[in-house]
């Protein structure tokens, strides 16, 4: 700027509030040969009064010095002579009416004051006072922007808690199956959602099985998802508990306690022995179980609407078998919506043609093969969330089952 004025070099200064001075943050002299010329002056601070950037300050108008050296008033005066350095001007810049900083500029020769460079001056004050204004203003939002993202970074943890605590133990195993689960969010940087699954004793001899899907995203969702699931499993086990009083009593729940959110529960009471399944579904996409004796895949019957926090008709039990070698496979909605329109989605059929292509893999495998499938029909951009549970009866006489296998992310990341 000093260049283009066509004089020697400036300094620029900006209030320091809490030392109550003048600090100097940039300094141009090209000007200026030697050693001495590279920082003729050694003052780096001024307060209010002091030589020309103090009275500027306190003034808040330009100041200007046509020979420094015949002055008292400038502490610099006599390096400025060694410099060969003679007029000084300076001009105020401000924000939100107050001065901020002063821009200096000095020349060799000995200059009047000259009305054109006074206006200048004025105009590169206000121009600064933009600047400046900007500078801050991007500071401030930077610190917000890192606020925020604190912000979130702690609510993802404590949502990331309560997801985790809506998985089944990978530490136990589940005589005479293999199991695993996985959950996939649809986006990178949101590990966290409505949904949510289980698998727990209820006594010895049976299981409880259940997947859901609460209405919304991120912590609200998860602790509500946290709710649901901590409420099914105490009501489940209760002696004379059934799949449908066990929705009945969360859905009077949800009442009482004003949940305002779509609620979807598949829930299932397995008999580990003989494969006997009660189950009873509220609004939740259809379970499937895979036959590979038959090569066939049978949709369990559903239909009744979701938890709502309002009185509906009871909900029914239903009841099947899971014979030997079969798999069933339980899901979000996020799997059969997935897909890049709603004529492209994968849908309930798309899902069991996929499940019969699956024949001969563990319950793992068939997680992994469904998430990138999903992906890959989605081209990476997934409409929602997908948990998913996949439950294999040994077709032999073992009694001991794998442990459960956690695919979170399907261990695959091919998300933008």
Known sequence: MTNGLGWAGG?????????????????????????????WSQLKRFYPGQGLPGQVWSSGKVQWITDLTLTDIYPRAGEAAQVGLHTVCGSPFLLDGKV????????????????????????????????LQRRRDEVA?????????????????????????LWPSTESRLSGYDAAFSYRPAFKDADVGGDFFNLFDIDS????????????KGLEAAVTAAWVQHALVALALRAEANPGLVLDDLQRLLGSLQ????????FALLEKKSGRMVYSCAGHEPALIWSGESSS?????????????FP??????????????????LYTDGLSESGTSVSQMLGQDGIADLLAYCRGKKPSEILKFFCQAAAGISHGHLKDDIAMVALQRHADDRDVGEKPVELCDCEIDDRD
């Not at 001899?205 to 919304?216: A, M």
């Not at 895949?297 to 926090?309: F, I, K, S, T, W």
């Open 100 to 131: 901020s900083g002063v821009f200096e500029c000095f020349h060799q020769d000995v200059l009047e004051p000259d009305k054109d460079m006074l206006e200048t001056l004025v105009v590169v004050g206000a121009m600064l006072g933009q600047l």
């Open 259 to 266: 949940v305002e959110c779509l609620v979807t529960i598949f």
């Open 297 to 309: 895949c049978r949709q369990l019957e559903y239909g009744q609407p979701a938890l709502v926090g």
């Open 141 to 165: 939002l930077r610190k917000a922007n890192t606020r925020l993202r604190q912000a979130y970074e702690r609510e993802r943890e404590i949502a990331l808690r309560f997801q985790k605590s």
């Open 11 to 39: 300094n620029l200064w900006i209030v320091e509030e809490s030392r109550f001075c003048l600090t100097r943050i940039a300094e141009y002299s090209p000007r200026l040969s030697g050693e001495v010329g590279k920082d």
């Open 205 to 216: 001899e049976k299981v409880g099985l259940v997947i859901g899907d609460v209405g919304g």
């Open 312 to 329: 509906v008709d009871p909900y029914r039990c239903y009841e099947t078998k899971l014979d030997r070698g079969e798999i069933l496979f």
